[in-house]
């Protein structure tokens, strides 16, 4: 099946630094990719959708200048979270579809210390 | 507004034991519905996709089944073991969107235990 791999699988940062997780379809193209996060026990929320060489589309109540979402090429989109606070500590997933299905990175546990 | 909604939350059984996990939604214009297992701190695992046109699709102990005019889901695991231990989760596909770009929307989840 299709792959999609995530990058880093765990990231420990400091307050007010900025950390960037890498996304990429792995055996195909992906014009449209998606940034969900994770709270512990809970189901997966939606941040923002990632569209190839232009604009991504965020979700109402998400930061855009605070979750930057670059998707620059058919295989990889990329979030930054930038001066990451504690609070921003999750579980970020990115997921890709081909033939109407849908593929998920392995996640991205942020510490933010 | 789409709406899933999955039910039990979660679920104890013994080993052996068939199961079902049923997944609701709210509105019928879908285009698909794929259930997914979520193992502890790691990502989505596909498992079964089912076309808005499909009444069911099958791989191994898996059946998953669509009836889109009530707007419901379940997923029948057989014979179920240990290793099927998970978070398992529905998602829809609205219309209007292609297959690649739409959103989906998830369920809560339904957390499994299988018991030796």
């Known amino acids: 099946g299709a792959v999609v791999s995530q990058h880093p699988s765990r990231v420990i940062c400091k307050s007010g630094t900025s950390v960037k997780i890498e996304c990429r379809s792995l055996d195909f193209q992906a014009t449209t990719m998606f940034w969900y996060r994770q709270f512990p026990k809970q189901s997966l929320m939606l941040m923002a959708t990632s569209n190839e060489g232009s604009k991504a589309t965020y979700e109402q109540g998400v930061e855009k200048d605070k979750f930057l979402i670059n998707h620059a090429s058919l295989t990889l989109s990329t979030l930054t979270v930038t001066s990451a606070h504690p609070e921003d500590s999750s579980f970020y997933i990115c997921s890709a579809s081909r033939g109407g299905e849908a593929f998920f990175g392995q996640g991205t546990r942020l510490t933010v210390v | 507004k789409q709406e899933v909604t999955q039910i039990p939350a979660a679920l104890s059984v013994p080993e052996g034991e068939n199961l079902v996990l049923n997944c609701s939604f709210t509105?019928?214009?879908?285009?698909?519905l794929q259930w997914f297992r979520q193992d502890p701190g790691k990502g989505l695992t596909s498992l079964l996709l089912?076309?808005?046109?499909?009444r069911e699709q099958t791989s191994g102990r898996l059946n998953a089944s669509l009836d889109k005019s009530s707007g419901r889901s379940t997923l029948y695991i057989a014979a179920s073991q240990p290793g099927d231990s998970a978070t398992y989760l529905c998602?829809?596909?609205?219309?209007?969107?292609?297959?690649?770009?739409?959103?989906?929307?998830f369920g809560q989840g339904t957390t499994l235990q299988v018991k030796p």
């Open positions: 089912i076309q808005s046109s499909q």
């Open positions: 998602a829809v596909r609205n219309e209007g969107g292609s297959s690649n770009t739409g959103k989906l929307i």
């Open positions: 509105d019928s214009a879908i285009y698909n």
